[in-house]
C-alpha cells in the first residue's frame, strides 16, 4: 500500500508565509502527477496546485503568484510553498498523489493538515 505522511500546517498570520510537504511512502512503482487540495468549511474540495512527473505546474487562479508547488523526486515528497497568506486561504489542505503500484494505478490522499490565516 501507499502511505503519506503531511507536515507543515498551522497558524500564521495574513501576509504570512507556510511551507506544507508531503512524503510517500510504500510499495511504489512510480509517481505520475503530485498535488495539493483543500477545502474550507461548507466548501467543496478544490485543486490548488498540482506538479507532473516532468515539472509541469499548474495552480488555481486564486493562488497563482503566491502558492509554488516542487516535487524531490528522490524523496517522493512534494511541497507547496504558500506565501502572501490570506484569510480566505483557511482551509484543511490535502495532498494527492497518483502512484503506480504492482495493481495498476493508484491515487493516494494525505491525512490532511490544517491552516489557518488569521490575525
Known amino acids: 500500500q501507499v502511505q503519506l505522511v503531511e507536515s507543515g500546517g498551522g497558524l500564521v498570520q495574513p501576509g504570512g508565509s507556510l511551507t506544507l510537504s508531503c512524503a510517500a511512502s510504500?510499495?511504489?512503482?512510480?509517481?505520475?502527477?503530485m498535488g495539493w487540495y483543500r477545502q474550507a468549511p461548507g466548501k467543496q474540495r478544490e485543486l490548488v496546485a498540482s506538479i507532473s512527473r516532468g515539472g509541469i505546474t499548474n495552480y488555481a487562479d486564486s493562488v497563482k503568484d503566491r502558492f509554488t508547488i516542487s516535487r524531490d523526486n528522490a524523496k517522493n515528497t512534494v511541497y507547496l510553498q504558500m506565501n502572501s497568506l490570506k484569510p480566505e486561504d483557511t482551509a484543511v489542505y490535502y495532498c494527492?498523489?497518483?502512484?503506480?503500484?504492482?495493481?495498476?494505478?493508484?491515487?493516494?490522499w494525505g491525512q490532511g493538515t490544517q491552516v489557518t490565516v488569521s490575525s
Open positions: 510504500g510499495s511504489i512503482l512510480r509517481i505520475n502527477t
Open positions: 494527492n498523489i497518483n502512484v503506480l503500484i504492482i495493481g495498476g494505478p493508484y491515487d493516494a
